[in-house]
């Protein structure tokens, strides 16, 4: 399967403690996209990467919430000290920017549940 | 907010065609319209995209009114697999800093059998 994974695709935690997502992106797509989805709404986007360099963050991530991508590849979404607002699916998109346009191709998710 | 209006729900029969309006009023000149959906409790999927043509691949056809200010997208035969949540995007080819792909509430489709 050459599309894009997320590792854990569920995740129980308790108030407090901090997570780690892992999505592992298409070869050699150079665009990496992090959003939030909860129950009955569209996807939110959060952050990107073009390669290794974090373009932008929206002011839904607080200063809880930290991603990488160190080598342009994989990426980690850490969230600390969580709170049960923070309980939602995680979704990661990968695109490649080539050819004129981008289409983003998204994993199946991580679904995080804070207790 | 949202840059497109969709209908919260459908229902279509099994085999029939399913069409699914978007309204996108304020799209600008170099903005695509994207399509994507979501089958429960997995990750969006890429459609179709247009600009202004009519687009057609292996999964749809995406009809685009002549003003670009709605579309339509087509499941020619729609089978209980399509029952889904549809988002119609607006957006630039090339995302950019400022460019910002907001994804609305969408339309859940129901395939009756």
């Known amino acids: 399967d050459t599309g894009v994974s997320q590792n854990p695709r569920h995740k129980i935690t308790k108030r407090g403690q901090n997570v780690t997502f892992r999505c592992d992106p298409i070869s050699e797509h150079n665009r990496l996209y992090w959003y939030r989805q909860t129950l009955g709404q569209g996807p939110e986007f959060l952050t990107y990467f073009q390669n290794e360099a974090q373009l932008e963050k929206s002011r839904l991530l607080s200063d809880r919430f930290s991603a990488e991508r160190p080598k342009g590849s994989f990426s980690t979404l850490e969230i600390q000290r969580t709170e049960q607002g923070d309980s939602a699916m995680y979704l990661c998109?990968?695109?490649?920017?080539?050819?004129?346009?981008?289409?983003?191709?998204f994993g199946p998710g991580t679904r995080l549940l804070v207790l | 907010d949202a840059k497109t209006t969709q209908p919260p729900s459908m229902d279509c029969a099994e085999g029939r065609a399913a069409n699914l309006p978007c309204n996108h009023s304020?799209?600008?000149?170099?903005?695509?319209v994207y399509w994507y959906r979501q089958i429960h409790s997995q990750g969006p999927q890429y459609i179709i995209h247009?600009?202004?043509n009519n687009e057609t691949n292996e999964m749809a056809s995406l009809i685009i009114t002549e003003d670009r200010k709605s579309s339509t997208l087509i499941l020619p035969h729609a089978t209980l697999r399509d029952t889904a949540v549809y988002y119609c995007i607006v957006g630039h080819p090339i995302r950019n800093r400022d460019d910002k792909i907001i994804f609305g509430k969408g339309t859940r489709l129901h395939i009756l059998p």
């Open positions: 304020t799209i600008s000149g170099n903005e695509y």
């Open positions: 247009g600009l202004k």
């Open positions: 998109a990968s695109s490649l920017t080539a050819g004129g346009y981008e289409t983003q191709y």
